[in-house]
């Protein structure tokens, strides 16, 4: 049987190793989030919609988990921060 100083120190180094690892799980959303601001320059990209013209009734926006989650674009590649009330000249209605 193992001595009860050395299952204390066992649970110390594991309660440790999750309390450091904690963070990492809680912004790696964040984490994987980009732009691609030369893009959204050329593209004239804005967070407002354009009269009634927004992403989210773009051919090109690929939604985020949910309506109003951040989503992508196809004419953005690699940029995973296009609002659904966004728009930029590469607008094309669904």
Same mark, same amino acid.
């Given at each position: 049987?193992?001595s009860?100083q050395t299952?204390r120190?066992?649970?110390l180094?594991?309660s440790?190793?999750?309390v450091a690892?904690i963070?990492v799980f809680a912004?790696?959303?964040r984490a994987?989030?980009?732009?691609?601001?030369?893009?959204?320059?050329?593209? +004239?990209y804005?967070?407002k919609?354009? *009269?009634? =013209?927004?992403?989210?009734?773009c051919?090109q926006?690929? $939604?985020g +988990?949910?309506a109003?989650?951040?989503? *992508?674009? =196809?004419?953005?590649?690699?940029?995973?921060?296009i609002? $659904?009330?966004?728009?930029?000249?590469?607008?094309?209605?669904?």
């Amino acid at each position: 049987m193992k001595s009860s100083q050395t299952q204390r120190r066992r649970f110390l180094k594991l309660s440790g190793a999750a309390v450091a690892i904690i963070p990492v799980f809680a912004f790696s959303d964040r984490a994987t989030a980009a732009t691609n601001a030369a893009l959204r320059a050329a593209l +004239k990209y804005q967070d407002k919609p354009e *009269g009634e =013209k927004r992403c989210a009734t773009c051919v090109q926006f690929v $939604p985020g +988990k949910t309506a109003k989650d951040k989503g *992508g674009c =196809k004419a953005i590649p690699g940029d995973t921060e296009i609002s $659904p009330q966004g728009y930029c000249t590469a607008w094309t209605k669904k």
